[in-house]
């Protein structure tokens, strides 16, 4: 009789195995049975101690925008051998790189953070720069514009981040993309960038640029 037992309750205990083994292919198969937990911040990287999205400050030129990932595009376009548009897929479909880099504003606070995203090198790289291009002009969904030169973009794997401390950009950060522009104050760290433009105008001025802050942006 306990052999009889103990073996019921083997079969009992293997049927429970396959049953949630069942469930949780079904669930895979169906998304509505599966329930998505928030995204969470990493506090630490390698040792490093990181900010939190909460330190930034709000201080875009027109509040925080709203794009629309759906219909997004990513333009490269200026003096390059094949302009490029985008769609976000398209765009987040190469190489993805982290790095942790430190993000310092003129106001006087900084945040470090880890950013995750694509090489601006990469993007430039498929559309093809053309002789004489030596300036790349960042544009964002509320009009802010700010340039950077070409040889800094292409010598120090720069990001164009997506994510930052392992979730995605929410819309006050930049989403769907923002400009890591290491060793360069906050201005040069443009957000909801949406067009990459090629020129041969070293002395082009963005918006803060226009009102007299240093073209180069250097720390």
């Given amino acids: 009789m306990r052999r009889k037992l103990a073996a019921l309750g083997l079969l009992v205990a293997a049927g429970a195995v396959v049953a949630g083994i069942l469930l949780a292919r079904s669930a895979a198969r169906n998304p509505a049975m599966v329930e998505t937990l928030p995204e969470v911040e990493v506090a630490q990287y390698q040792g490093t101690d990181l900010s939190s999205m909460a330190d930034f400050r709000e201080n875009s030129i027109k509040g925080v925008q709203h794009v629309d990932l759906e219909s997004y595009r990513l333009t490269v376009d200026g003096l390059v051998e094949s302009p490029r548009e985008l769609t976000l897929g398209e765009a987040l479909g190469r190489q993805a790189y982290q790095k942790v880099a430190t993000l310092s504003c003129v106001e006087g606070w900084s945040v470090?953070?880890?950013?995750?995203?694509?090489?601006?090198?990469?993007?430039?790289?498929?559309?093809?720069?053309?002789?004489?291009?030596?300036?790349?002009?960042?544009?964002?969904?509320?009009?802010?514009?700010?340039?950077?030169?070409?040889?800094?973009?292409?010598?120090?794997?720069?990001?164009?981040?997506?994510?930052?401390?392992?979730?995605?950009?929410?819309?006050?950060?930049?989403?769907?993309?923002?400009?890591?522009?290491?060793?360069?104050?906050?201005?040069?760290?443009?957000?909801?960038?949406?067009?990459?433009?090629?020129?041969?105008?070293?002395?082009?001025q963005g918006y803060w640029e226009s009102y007299g802050y240093p073209n180069d942006g250097d720390l």
């Fill in 112 to 204: 470090t953070i880890l950013w995750e995203g694509v090489l601006v090198e990469d993007l430039i790289a498929e559309a093809g720069a053309v002789p004489g291009a030596n300036t790349v002009i960042f544009h964002a969904a509320d009009g802010y514009t700010t340039s950077l030169p070409l040889d800094y973009l292409a010598g120090q794997n720069i990001l164009l981040a997506y994510r930052m401390n392992g979730v995605d950009l929410p819309p006050e950060r930049g989403a769907p993309f923002q400009l890591v522009a290491e060793s360069k104050w906050g201005y040069k760290w443009i957000k909801w960038v949406t067009r990459i433009e090629l020129s041969d105008d070293p002395g082009y």
